[in-house]
């Protein structure tokens, strides 16, 4: 079975322009979720779908962050414009149910550095 | 409101030494805790959890988490290092009703 996955690993990009990370939750997961690693600090939850419709958008910083997942299944989060502070890792997770004990299965990342 | 607290930033252990990674969590509700681990250039992959089934939680690599509740404590162990437990570890804490709060992990490092 496939695991998370997430596109691309790394990206390198100006402040100012627009980048998309792309997650693909393993296969039947109706819950998809995006955590971000700014360097030095902790992993922080930034927001949570249940098939297509966002369940909980509280850790989004700020209106530059759009979140989509259309027909439930990948989702894409865009960053536009792109702002030095929004360096870090970006993590995505899926887990088959929402219960505060189901498993969280994450992907690689991506590691986004703006310049 | 839920959180976890991880002690030292960095652990160094000899090979074959116990590994000792220490958490502490506060909780207003009885609390859900995980531990997950990143190997370099990876995804992050949960070790263990505890769900209040039993306070000796067994993970996978040989590694055991107890939850103290008087101590607010998750710490977590493995009797005896190998070189592949190289990695940085997370404590967190599951918020209801799907969102969790990691602390802010702590990078094992095994001498050889």
């Known amino acids: 079975e496939a695991g998370v996955t997430q596109f691309p690993s790394h990206s390198v990009i100006e402040k100012g322009q627009t980048v998309t990370l792309r997650c693909d939750p393993i296969?039947?997961?109706?819950?998809l979720y995006w955590y971000r690693r700014v360097m030095g600090k902790e992993i922080k939850f930034l927001l949570h779908?249940?098939?297509?419709?966002?369940?909980?958008e509280s850790g989004m910083p700020n209106n530059r962050f759009l979140a989509e997942r259309t027909g439930g299944t990948y989702s894409t989060l865009k960053v536009q414009p792109a702002e030095l502070e929004d360096s870090g890792v970006y993590f995505c997770?899926?887990?088959?149910?929402?219960?505060?004990?189901?498993?969280?299965?994450f992907g690689p990342g991506t590691r986004l550095t703006v310049l | 409101a839920q959180s976890v607290t991880q002690l030292g930033s960095h652990v160094s252990v000899s090979e074959g030494a116990l590994v000792l990674l220490r958490c502490n969590y506060s909780?207003?509700?009885?609390?859900?805790l995980f531990w997950y681990v990143q190997y370099p250039n990876q995804g992050l992959q949960l070790l263990l959890k505890?769900?209040?089934?039993?306070?000796l939680v067994k993970g996978i690599n040989g590694f055991e988490a107890e939850f103290k509740k008087s101590e607010t404590s998750f710490h977590l162990t493995k009797p005896s290092a190998h070189m592949s437990d190289a990695a940085e570890y997370f404590c967190?804490?599951?918020?209801?009703?799907?969102?969790?709060?990691f602390g802010s992990g702590t990078r094992l490092s095994i001498r050889p």
């Open positions: 505890y769900t209040s089934a039993a306070t």
């Open positions: 779908f249940v098939k297509e419709s966002k369940q909980d």
């Open positions: 967190a804490v599951s918020v209801p009703p799907s969102k969790i709060i």
């Open positions: 296969s039947g997961h109706d819950n």
């Open positions: 997770a899926s887990s088959q149910g929402v219960r505060s004990t189901d498993t969280q299965y």
């Open positions: 909780s207003s509700v009885p609390p859900y």
